[in-house]
């Protein structure tokens, strides 16, 4: 008995999917740089206040 070997079939590919960011891409970096501002402006106020606090202690 004589066998024959069938081809396989290729494997099926997979959909290209081309992403569309409809300008969200940008509006999330403006919001992520936004958010760093504040939180660097934050924190060198919150610098400033202690570093006020302990130089006015300090004079006391």
């Given at each position: 008995?004589?066998?024959h070997?069938t ?16 300008g ?37």
């Amino acid at each position: 008995m004589t066998t024959h070997a069938t081809p396989h079939d290729p494997a099926p590919q997979a959909p290209l999917v081309v992403p569309t960011t409809n300008g969200t891409e940008k509006r999330k970096q403006r919001g992520v740089v936004a958010r760093v501002l504040v939180y660097v402006v934050v924190a060198h106020l919150l610098a400033a206040y202690l570093y006020f606090l302990f130089d006015v202690a300090a004079k006391h």
